[in-house]
Structure formats: C-alpha cells, structure tokens
C-alpha cells in the first residue's frame, strides 16, 4: 500500500473504494489520452488510410465503454454516503452543462459567438463534477 | 433523523473507527449518520439493529412522525 492509499485509509475512507476509484481514474486518463491524441493526429493528417482512422475511433470507443462500466461499478460498490455524494455532484454537473449550453447557445445565436465544442463541454462537466464532490464532502463532513 | 448512535456506541466502547468496520461503512458514513446529517439505507438500519441488539425505532427518532402525532 502506498503513502496516498494509507492516507485516504487514514481519514476514513474504504480502501474498496480506493482501489476502485484508481481504477476509474486510470481508464479516464487513458481515455482523455486516446481523444488527445487521436485528434491531435487528425489536426495534423497524420492518417494516411481509412483502416487507421476505424483503428483510432474503435480503440477511443472501446476505452470509453470500458470506462463506464469501470465508473457504473464504482458507484455501485461506493460505500453509501460516497455514493450520494457521487451521485449528487453528478446531477449537479448534468445540470450545470445543460443550463450553461442552452444559454450560451441563445448567445451563440444572438450576437454570433463562437461554437461551443465537446471539449468545453468535458471541461465543464469535469470542473463542475470536482465541485460537486468537494462541496458534498464539506456538507457532511 | 435524530438518532442515539453516539450514546450506544459509547456504551459499547467503540470508536467512529471501530463502528464503521464493523458495518463496513466508513468512519465519515458513521460520522455523518450521527450528525444527522445523512440517513442510512434500510439495510444498513438493520446493520445498527443487529449489532446493538435493539429495534431500528429505537436508534433512529423520525422527527417528522413525532410531529405528526403531536399534531
């Protein structure tokens, strides 16, 4: 066990949750790294056939699905206040990227701004997520 | 809900700590459930009901049907 696992241990948490949260965190850096570099490699046309493009999509996809069966099992394995937390700042992210897109694209319509892309809307959800774990950990704390 | 979660658990001289593995929840699930901040799930009412040896009604105070039958 390592200095950080001890750490969580140490304040309370289940190492079951632990080693399950590092494995979602494992497979969700390994997907935002496939969608970096698959993307990147289309910026830059470094795919020269269609069986590389099929490659890169099939590999980006097969790790997103595998990371929602790996985040499904830690949520339902989470000890129950994590759960609600988890589940909390989930609703709460949900809902801060639909009311932030549907304004913005009143605005993106109105005064012509610019498109809002998917990796806004990742950073959104991600940002909003950490908030909404850590305000939750607060409130029972 | 108000619940005598600490009082029982001093009787029985165990710790958050010791609580929590017991019941396989963790120290902040037990701290919480005490602060009356969060309400356990029904299994792990029973959980507390098997390991202090009392009726769930007994650990856990529903305010609100205490409000309704003084209402």
Redesign the interface.
Known sequence: MNKFEQACID????PK?IKNANIANAWALAWALTLAGISYAADQSWYDSIAVIVAGFAIHLAIGIKLVFVFRKFIKEA????R?IQLDALAFSVGVVIVSFSSYSILEKSLRMPELTPSIMIVILSVSYMVGIVVG?R??? | MNNKLKELRATMKMTQADLATALEVSRQTINAIEKGKFDPSLPLAFKFSRLFKLPIEEIFDDEESIDNKSA
């Open positions: 304040k309370g948490l289940v949750d000890d129950e206040l994590e609600k950990r409130l029972v704390r």
